[in-house]
């Protein structure tokens, strides 16, 4: 819970960062079998970034996942499996670890 103590700068690199790794490992099929369980943890780590930034600091987070699913099967598999993780942990988990306020602005 350290996030929003960080720079706005220093969270939109490690944001910007994260996803860059994702895109460049899920291109195509043979990198992203070698390096899965790398990509995983990526993701994990995407969405604990969305639970803090979006959708007030990230708005276009889903116009982005949206569009960047259309440069390729791989990549478009993996957003599907990150916005299932997100849904996961905003419908399921975050009893424990959102606010009810934040929960809900989440599930609009």
């Not at 960062?17 to 994990?44: G, H, P």
């Not at 949206?66 to 390729?72: D, L």
């Amino acid at each position: 819970y350290r996030w929003m103590a960080l720079p706005k700068d220093q969270r939109e690199g490690i944001r910007n960062y994260t996803v860059k790794k994702i895109i460049e490992y899920s291109k195509d099929e043979a990198t992203m079998n070698n390096e899965k369980m790398f990509v995983r943890k990526l993701n994990l780590i995407l969405v604990h970034i969305l639970k803090q930034e979006w959708p007030h600091n990230w708005p276009n987070f889903i116009p982005e996942i949206v569009n960047s699913s259309t440069s390729g099967e791989v990549i478009c598999e993996n957003n599907m499996h990150i916005l299932k993780l997100l849904s996961e942990e905003v419908f399921d988990f975050s009893k424990e670890e959102m606010t009810t306020d934040k929960v809900r602005t989440m599930k609009q």
